[in-house]
């Protein structure tokens, strides 16, 4: 596509549902970031995942979240049991590779945990 | 260790003012640096970013930054501030070496009429 896609754009869950959050990368891109980030607040690293590469999984908070990518494009951030805090926007980006890339972002995934 | 420090959580400005939003980092090996804009309820949107070459490096809305390599500085600038400007600022960082982007703790830029 011409952007990062990110669905769903607007989600609102009760303590301790499990939320999925699908990411679309510019076609092309073999790099895919995850982060989160609180009202107005930086951007915390979540994943990284670099073609058919091991992820980097270094950011996830706990073991509740997890996140995939099939056929090296898609993805999915999963969050199981979600807790309140939890509430933020879920940001993915993508990039092609070489470190002087620019990443491009999705509009983000709104989540609250209620 | 990699970092980006932008020493202002707010920059307020008049319209038509110049403005600069600062923006200072650390890294191993050359620098490749970005600013990216946030406005309200939206993702990021890259702004420009130095690789190589002439420090000044122009980009979207007018805006530009310089490279001071003797300063590991990356301040963003616009000669005219628009009301239109008034958003969150974010600087990042990477090294050659490293695909992970260290990011500043972004700045709000206010620009009154």
């Known amino acids: 596509g011409a952007g990062v896609s990110q669905s769903p754009s607007n989600k609102v869950t009760e303590k301790g549902k499990d939320v999925e959050l699908r990411c679309d990368p510019i076609?092309?891109?073999?790099?895919l970031y995850w982060y989160r980030q609180s009202l107005g607040q930086g951007l915390e690293f979540l994943i990284y995942?670099?073609?058919?590469?091991?992820?980097?999984k270094s950011g996830l908070p706990s073991d509740r979240f997890s996140a995939e990518r099939t056929g090296g494009s898609v993805s999915t951030l999963t969050i199981q049991r979600t807790q309140q805090e939890d509430s933020a926007v879920y940001l993915c980006?993508?990039?092609?590779?070489?470190?002087?890339?620019?990443?491009?972002f999705g509009e983000g995934s709104w989540l609250t945990v209620v | 260790a990699q970092s980006v420090a932008q020493p202002e959580d707010q920059v307020n400005v008049a319209e038509g003012n110049p403005l600069t939003v600062k923006c200072t980092y650390s890294?191993?090996?050359?620098?490749?640096l970005f600013w990216y804009v946030q406005y309200p309820n939206r993702g990021l949107q890259f702004l420009l970013k130095?690789?190589?070459?002439d420090n000044l490096v122009k980009g979207s809305y007018g805006f530009e930054a310089e490279f001071n390599k003797s300063q590991t500085s990356f301040h963003l600038k616009k000669p005219s501030a628009l009301v239109s400007d008034s958003a969150l600022y974010f600087c990042?960082?990477?090294?050659?070496?490293?695909?992970?982007?260290?990011w500043g703790a972004g700045t709000k830029l206010i620009i009154k009429p």
């Open positions: 980006a993508s990039s092609s590779t070489g470190s002087g890339n620019t990443i491009y």
């Open positions: 076609s092309g891109h073999t790099a």
């Open positions: 995942f670099q073609g058919n590469s091991a992820p980097d």
């Open positions: 890294v191993s090996g050359n620098p490749y």
């Open positions: 130095y690789i190589t070459g």
């Open positions: 990042a960082v990477r090294d050659g070496s490293n695909y992970q982007l260290i």
